[in-house]
T-cell receptor
Framework: AQSVSQHNHHVILSEAASLELGCNYS??????LFWYVQYPGQHLQLLLK??????LVKGIKGFEAEFIKSKFSFNLRKPSVQWSDTAEYFC?????????????FGTGTLLAVQP | DAGVIQSPRHEVTEMGQEVTLRCKPI?????LFWYRQTMMRGLELLIY????????DSGMPEDRFSAKMPNASFSTLKIQPSEPRDSAVYFC????????????FGQGTRLTVV
């Protein structure tokens, strides 16, 4: 069965610090991978996604993620965070080419950026 | 398109009452997902539909929970009877078919059962 693990539940950083949030997935087939962001009081929005090609994916607001197939990982990075990046971040996976398109999320990582 | 629309935004109900949450997906999207978000368990997939047909309801916690999708533009999630532990934010999301589709989420329904 598909599953997604996010090891950092709560991260606190100062502005301009670098960010890396871990994500590991469990699925035997070919996957699509996503990072979503949820700002306080809002719904989830897509940050970036990977489904094929270059394993280094760039998203909005300076975020990027690298798909490492051998490690079943899709870590999110940003070289310099801002106070406005305070939010909850969710990694998600769905199967590629399958009929079910089941979309599973990790438990989320709450990021607090201190000014 | 106005996006995924959920109603109500907030619901406060007494234990034992029936609660119905509603969702209107984006027109043309083939998949509809219901999620429950809590501090303890994060974002849990409850059930999802493809072309109005339930595909996987293994995440539905108990028989008290049921979901329907009578047509392509409407889905309901019902809890009967409700319990305090059902208090959470319930999100609906829809996606088109195809490779790596982005899921579009509604604003969610914050349910409080007292």
């Amino acid at each position: 069965a598909q599953s997604v693990s996010q090891h950092n539940h709560h991260v606190i950083l100062s502005e301009a610090a670098s960010l890396e949030l871990g994500c590991n997935y469990s699925y035997g087939g070919t996957v699509n991978l996503f990072w979503y962001v949820q700002y306080p009081g809002q719904h989830l929005q897509l940050l970036l996604k990977y489904f094929s090609g270059d394993p280094l994916v760039k998203g909005i607001k300076g975020f990027e993620a690298e798909f490492i197939k051998s490690k079943f990982s899709f870590n999110l990075r940003k070289p310099s965070v801002q106070w406005s990046d305070t939010a909850e971040y969710f990694c998600a996976v769905t199967n590629y080419g399958g009929a079910t398109n089941k979309l599973i999320f990790g438990t989320g990582t709450l990021l607090a950026v201190q000014p | 398109d106005a996006g995924v629309i959920q109603s109500p935004r907030h619901e406060v109900t007494e234990m034992g009452q029936e609660v119905t949450l509603r969702c209107k997906p984006i027109s043309g999207h083939d998949y509809l997902f219901w999620y429950r978000q809590t501090m303890m368990r994060g974002l849990e997939l409850l059930i999802y539909f493809n072309n109005n047909v339930p595909i996987d309801d293994s995440g539905m916690p108990e028989d008290r929970f049921s979901a329907k999708m009578p047509n392509a533009s409407f889905s309901t999630l019902k809890i009967q009877p409700s319990e305090p532990r059902d208090s959470a934010v319930y999100f609906c999301a829809s996606t088109p078919s195809g490779q790596g589709p982005e899921a579009f989420f509604g604003q969610g329904t914050r349910l409080t059962v007292v």
